[in-house]
Nanobody
């Protein structure tokens, strides 16, 4: 099975920006949907963004629209998440995931990378 590896997390000050990447160990097929989620302590896993790998069309929940941008590099099979105007509520472990169905539910994605921790200091 293709493995996903998210990286780029770290400590950032409130108001700052951070870019995450998610490398796939194998080819990501054009039919795939790749997504970013996050999970803060004691909270549900939250959908952040998704991208249809082939078309490049993107989807965001209202909570991050305008602040987060998902993109991909099909040549290197890498997924990205650009995060701007970060605040303490964005502190969480961030995960990338893949599936074949566009969904805001983490249950629809079957392949998950190990998360990367993002900490926003106020």
């Amino acid at each position: 099975q293709v493995q996903l590896q998210a990286c780029g997390g770290g400590l950032v000050q409130a108001g700052g920006s951070l870019s995450l990447s998610c490398a796939s160990s194998g080819r990501v097929y054009s039919s795939a949907v790749m997504a970013w989620f996050r999970q803060a302590p004691g909270k549900e896993r939250e959908f952040l963004a998704a991208i249809r790998w082939g078309r490049g069309s993107t989807y965001y929940p209202d909570s991050v629209k305008g602040r987060f941008t998902v993109s991909r590099d099909t040549a290197t099979n890498t997924l990205f998440l650009q995060m701007n105007s970060l605040n303490s509520d964005d502190t969480a472990i961030y995960y990338c995931a893949s599936g074949t169905e566009l969904s805001y539910s983490h249950r629809s994605y079957y392949n998950w990378g190990r998360g990367t921790l993002v900490t926003v200091s106020s």
